[in-house]
């Protein structure tokens, strides 16, 4: 691999933490308790992160004892085998996640929430133990008990937070689908682990649009060979008809009224939820976490890392379809309230969750890159418009957030925050690398390496390097790692998901640089780099130089090499309105492509497009287009029920047949 440099040695620091706050941060008292409870004496956060991943059983179980967690029974050992796959955590423990969730139990508010159809709202902590015990009761009343399924077809409600929390309280396993996925994407996660139990809304709101769900729900009631019940969360309709979908039964019926809630007490590792790779290429893993093992992970990273305190009001703008709402969930092992919006961010414009900011009073506010980038490109200034002193920080995920978004962020929206750009993923519930309030924010550029977390950069020999883009690895064992693959008996997916390339050594498939100073950058997917005479370069930077074009919407690029041999460099772009891909704009990005990246990246060529391909978690399909292009059957390269845009893909099929008809005619 040819060494890449960073993009800039001389970043600009952007923010600095306060002696101040740093002694007010979780993860400063951590350091001072560490001192008197351990006699572990730290000053700097390199420091302590070397602890961390080189004694994994002194860290982790001082993550347990710093934050109290309730348990059943003992651990009689932190780490009884560090073997990856296959490490053992806490051995013989047993807990269950609800009930350190619902340990607060006063009139705190606990959800907030809001959505296109709904007013600002608020559940108490009282009110949330109420009600999932009343849920959990009933769900007993079906029948079920440890170790069974229930599985949600809903938006990001306060249903759905006590559908799951009762679920776990019983050591029943959850998994969720967002109500905008199809059928066939929604068939294809839950049939596998086989429910019993399926809870839905009617329909759902979504950019001033009402979409009726009904007939989709009878259709995945038919194909779910193993349900037993359906319950029914009226959301578009008071009163939805339940007489066409069998076994069925409102949400409201569903309740016993009850004061008390029994916390079923399981393993460390009993499975908590089961989550699902994207599926954009085939049929999704589902991906199994444990109880312990996400407990554990969300009390580090939301504590120590994002810093969320008691009665704080986080907030990420996410799906019931991606990883970051499981991970928002855990902002109530802290005693924070969950600020909830269930709609579009961009309806009825782009200031729909900066007014919500304010509304709600959001210390936390998590979005994606790609949204804080399209804020920037249409000239927001949150900061001016909205009372925003309340805000700390900004979290970023989904896609490398370029230099200009941090400053975007800074100049637009508050300058004495957090930026906590960060990288992670479903397969850990938790980050890689992100936020810390004991280091600067340098622009473009994630602040650190999460604790516990040994990410090294590896070049093709498997050697770390540093100041380099590398292959993003850990080597030493997670908690929140995967239990297993569902349907994966013998554990042959699960290692070829993460270990065929370096065994013993998780390769994740992002491309990193780690810096001299601890810093972090992500360059994007590994399986899509930009290959050019023989330099590597991940997508992002392309993407960078891109955005800051003012006549390009969005761009995808696309590297077409396959094995030994080398493609065509394929740009697509979506212009603004009234703009069009004339030779004049053609030269201008090139230019900018050749000075600012290299003339090696100059693309063969350039097309205008409607739109980008896109997940539902907004992530761009570079690998299926990829496929696309080089020749595999569409239904094979993209699952359009996993994409946010399945119209878009048409182009792209349209486009290689056009192609190949060309090559064929010469």
């Known amino acids: 691999m040819n060494p890449q440099p960073g993009l800039d040695s001389n970043r600009k620091i952007l923010w600095q933490p306060s002696a101040e706050g740093i002694s007010h941060s979780h993860i400063g008292r951590y350091m001072a308790w560490l001192k008197e409870n351990r006699g572990l004496n730290f000053q700097r956060y390199d420091d302590l992160w070397q602890w961390s991943v080189t004694d994994l059983e002194g860290f982790w179980s001082s993550i347990w004892d710093y934050h109290n967690v309730i348990a059943h029974k003992p651990y009689s050992r932190v780490l009884a085998s560090r073997e990856m796959p296959g490490a053992v955590w806490f051995e013989g423990a047993e807990l269950n996640f609800a009930e350190n969730v619902l340990k607060r139990r006063d009139n705190s508010p606990a959800l907030i929430y809001r959505s296109e159809s709904r007013p600002l709202g608020e559940m108490s902590y009282a009110e949330l133990y109420r009600q999932t015990a009343a849920v959990a009761a009933g769900l007993r009343r079906l029948g079920l008990t440890r170790g069974d399924r229930v599985v949600a077809y809903m938006p990001n409600i306060p249903e759905t937070i006590v559908a799951f929390l009762a679920a776990a309280s019983l050591g029943v396993i959850w998994s969720s689908c967002a109500p905008e996925l199809g059928p066939h994407s929604v068939i294809d996660r839950f049939r596998q682990i086989e429910p019993k139990v399926l809870i839905a809304v009617d329909g759902y709101q979504y950019g001033g649009t009402s979409h009726d769900r009904m007939d989709v729900l009878g259709e995945i009631c038919q194909n779910l060979p193993s349900l037993q019940h359906l319950v029914l969360v009226p959301n578009l309709n008071e009163h939805p008809p339940l007489d066409k979908l069998p076994h069925a039964l409102r949400w409201e019926d569903l309740k016993v009224p009850t004061s008390e809630l029994a916390f079923e007490p399981v393993p460390f590792d009993h499975p908590l939820w089961v989550v699902y790779s994207s599926g954009t290429t085939g049929l999704p893993k589902g991906i199994v976490h444990g109880h312990g093992g996400v407990l554990l992970e969300h009390l580090k990273n939301l504590s120590l890392h994002k810093d969320i305190h008691s009665g704080d009001r986080f907030f990420w703008f996410t799906s019931t379809s991606w990883i970051m709402w499981n991970i928002l969930l855990g902002g109530l092992l802290l005693e924070a309230a969950l600020v909830l919006y269930d709609g579009s961010p961009g309806y009825p414009n782009m200031d729909t969750l900066w007014r919500l900011a304010d509304e709600a009073r959001i210390t936390h506010f998590g979005t994606s890159a790609p949204f804080l980038m399209a804020c920037r490109k249409a000239g927001l200034q949150p900061g001016r418009q909205h009372d925003l002193s309340q805000l700390r920080s900004v979290g970023s995920t989904g896609a490398p957030l370029p230099a200009e978004g941090f400053k ?171 703009v069009e891909l004339d030779p004049a704009l053609l030269a201008r990005i090139n230019d900018r492509i050749r000075r600012e990246l290299s003339p090696r990246h100059v693309p063969d060529e350039i097309f205008a497009v409607p739109d980008i391909p896109r997940t539902l978690n907004g992530k761009k399909m570079e690998v299926p287009v990829q496929k696309i292009l080089t020749g595999s059957p569409p239904e094979r390269a993209a699952n359009l029920g996993s994409m946010a845009n399945p119209e878009s893909i048409r182009f792209f099929v349209e486009f290689t047949a056009a192609r190949a008809r060309k090559t064929i005619s010469q």
């Open 408 to 578: 975007w962020v800074y100049e637009a929206v508050k300058a004495d925050i957090i930026l906590g750009s960060t990288s992670g993923g479903t397969d850990i519930s938790s980050a890689f690398v992100g936020a810390c309030p004991l280091l600067p924010v340098y622009s473009g550029e994630i602040q650190c390496r999460g604790l516990g977390v040994k990410a090294l950069a590896y070049d093709d020999e498997g050697r770390p390097v540093v100041n380099s883009m590398g292959e993003l690895v850990v080597t030493e064992p997670m908690p929140s790692m995967p239990l297993f693959f569902w349907n994966d008996p013998d554990g042959s997916r699960y290692r070829d998901a993460y270990f065929s390339t370096f065994p013993g050594v998780w390769r994740h498939g992002d491309w990193i640089e780690i810096t001299d100073r601890g810093t972090c950058i992500i360059y994007g997917r590994s399986d899509s780099t930009l290959k050019r005479g023989g330099i590597r370069m991940g997508t992002s930077e392309f993407y960078r130089v891109l955005d800051e074009a003012p006549e390009v919407v969005d761009s995808l690029v696309i590297d077409t090499s396959g094995l030994g041999r080398e493609g065509e460099l394929l740009l697509f772009v979506v212009l603004r309105s009234g």
